[in-house]
């Protein structure tokens, strides 16, 4: 067992769920982070609360006071910053104002190198800054490294390794899954969670698939569009929002549904579409290269080309889990695929031997 590792990240599901799983490799874990309201973690985590908006300037000098109370002269310090953001900007500079030989593992997320870099000059310059000062990069997917090379070719050490299925199920089970089509983005306009709904719609007018319903989980800015959305196409009978649920509960729901659908304009590898493949949910995703790292269009689930044929692609994507021996197969494969490249413990382990 190692002695100490630092954590640098958001309180985020994804982030906790990490150091619970690397928890019982060290003796002590140092979380800094934004907030640790009500967050449930071992005994042998320190947790540390700063600010992390990138005009809070006292924030490094923070972070440098917290690295030098941990800090060994006898072992290699490992610093694993998790989103190539302000995150990454503040603890960077604080261990050049510590002074101290911190190894720097950076993870980032699809959106700090697929959407960040394009708002301006100054997000580009930051992201390109994080990257370059890491001594190793890991991202979700291998589109993502791509990016990142194009974006920093000086970044060095780079690895596609996922975060992984959670709690990957033991055996595939399709005897619970009823007509329902599911949807667990967050509610932002990126999501495209009303192009879902106007196209369930479609198919609801044209009196097709009357007998399925629309599951929107989640939660965000949009969601009282969303909901007044569907109250003036007039499928309220059709369409439930069951609002941001625990994990248990999803799980559930990826048990009964036989269609999960994601159409973000930008993704790294989904966790959620993962999930859901390994639950022997039918797969509808969006046309980028994160998908089709998993997805084989029409032999593993369905690429939906662009928004306005979505209505065609569900259509088509129901017709051909109506067949249960097709359904079975395309499950069976999915669920093998997820168990070989995006299993939460054996992931866990890659990030290990970075260690």
Known sequence: MKDHIVIVGASSIHTIRY???????????????????????????IIYNVN???????????????????????????????????????????????????KIILTAW???????????????CLVKYNLS?????????????NQIKQLSPQAKNLYAINFGVKDFPLHLDLSHK?????????HKNLYNIDKIIMSFSKLIKNQLYLDYQLV????????SNLENLV?????????????????????NWYK???????????????????EAMSFGCYPLLSNLPASIEYIIDGINGTICPDLESLHLNMGDSLKLISIPTEHERIAQFNYNLVQQKAVFNTNILKFIELY
Not at 178 to 186: A, D, H, P, V
């Open 256 to 274: 009964r549904t036989k269609l999960f659908v994601s159409i973000p304009d930008s993704d790294s590898a989904s966790l959620s579409s993962l």
């Open 216 to 223: 929107i989980a989640g939660n965000g800015c949009e969601t």
């Open 178 to 186: 009823e007509n329902i089509i599911l949807s667990n983005r967050l």
């Open 133 to 145: 000062n890491a001594d190793i990069i890991t991202a979700g997917s291998l589109y993502m490294i």
């Open 110 to 124: 699809g959106s700090d190198i697929l959407l960040l870099p394009k708002q301006n000059i100054l997000f580009k």
């Open 19 to 45: 150091i619970n799983g690397i928890s019982t490799k060290f003796n002590k874990i140092i979380f800094i982070t934004n907030h640790s309201n009500n967050l449930s973690l071992p005994d042998n985590i």
């Open 52 to 102: 992390f908006k990138l005009l809070s300037f006292l924030t490094p000098w923070r972070i440098a006071k917290i690295l030098k109370t941990h800090y060994n002269n006898n072992a290699t310090n490992i610093i694993h910053i998790h989103q190539a953001n302000s995150y990454a900007y503040h603890a960077i500079r604080a261990i050049k104002l510590s002074k101290l030989k911190y």
């Open 231 to 251: 109250k003036n196409l007039g499928i309220e009978d059709h369409v439930r929002f069951i609002g941001m649920v625990d994990y248990i509960t999803l799980q």
